[in-house]
């Protein structure tokens, strides 16, 4: 059994694709960033950085409880552990894990970016705002490459790349507006086989699930939001 400490943000909707799509019993355990729990001390001993995903695999190496933060750790952890979504020839498994690393280095980082600055910014950002809004559409062109030559991210088949990776993708019209799916037809295409994938629609339910125990970033108290930002009282830089 896994105890997966969750919300419903895409960095922790690919641990719920995952577990789902490798067929591993697991806990939920909703954790309220938006209410600040992240920062309780129980908490921190579980991630010290004081973010989630976090999973404690009950049945860890040598049969002992192991705890893996950070979303491509995590998924790493569990394709090993279940020797699924992850080839085991070395340029096939490379292949799957340098498109790991765009996800996280690419995907995740500029549309969280750019979510931030459109969503919680002041106005006046426009240059912050421009600035992110380039570097999504650079990395959805470049994976609108990928597809062109592959049915997945990682090569021939499904693995774990997409699992990263599509948790992010399905919302660029969220982020984009509808019409700028135009402009990626392979990536549309990509996120609807994923999307009627039976494990991603339990992911999507779970992730709705989640969303209705924790509070929504809207409802959030102010010093709650500073201190998940880094504002305010809690802005480094001023100190």
Do not use: C
Request: charged share 20%; no cysteine; hydrophobic share 45%.
């Amino acid at each position: 059994m896994i105890d997966f400490y969750a919300m419903g943000s895409p960095n922790v909707v690919k641990i719920y694709l995952a577990l789902e799509e490798m067929e591993l019993p697991y806990t939920v355990h909703p954790v309220d960033v938006f209410g600040g729990t992240q920062f309780s001390a129980e908490f921190r001993k579980l991630n010290p950085n004081a973010k989630v995903p976090v999973i404690v695999d009950r049945d860890g190496p040598g049969g002992k409880p192991y705890t893996v933060f950070e979303s491509g750790a995590i998924l790493l952890y569990l394709a090993d552990k279940t020797g699924k979504f992850l080839p085991t020839e070395k340029i096939a498994r490379f292949d799957a894990i340098q498109w790991l690393m765009v996800q996280m280095t690419g995907v995740g980082p500029m549309f969280g970016q750019f979510v931030h600055f459109m969503r919680f910014a002041p106005k006046g950002n426009d240059y912050s705002l421009d600035r992110y809004r380039t570097q999504v559409k650079r990395v959805l062109e470049t994976i609108e490459g990928r597809l062109a030559v592959t049915p997945f991210l990682g090569g021939s088949d499904y693995g774990i790349a997409d699992i990263a990776t599509w948790p992010w993708l399905r919302a660029v019209p969220m982020f984009l507006g509808e019409a700028a799916m135009k402009d990626y037809p392979k990536i549309t295409a990509w996120n609807a086989v994923i999307a009627a994938r039976p494990a991603a629609q339990r992911a999507a339910k779970a992730t709705d699930e989640v969303r209705a125990k924790t509070t929504a970033f809207d409802k959030a108290a102010p010093d709650t939001m500073d201190k998940v930002f880094g504002r305010g009282a809690y802005n480094a830089a001023a100190s």
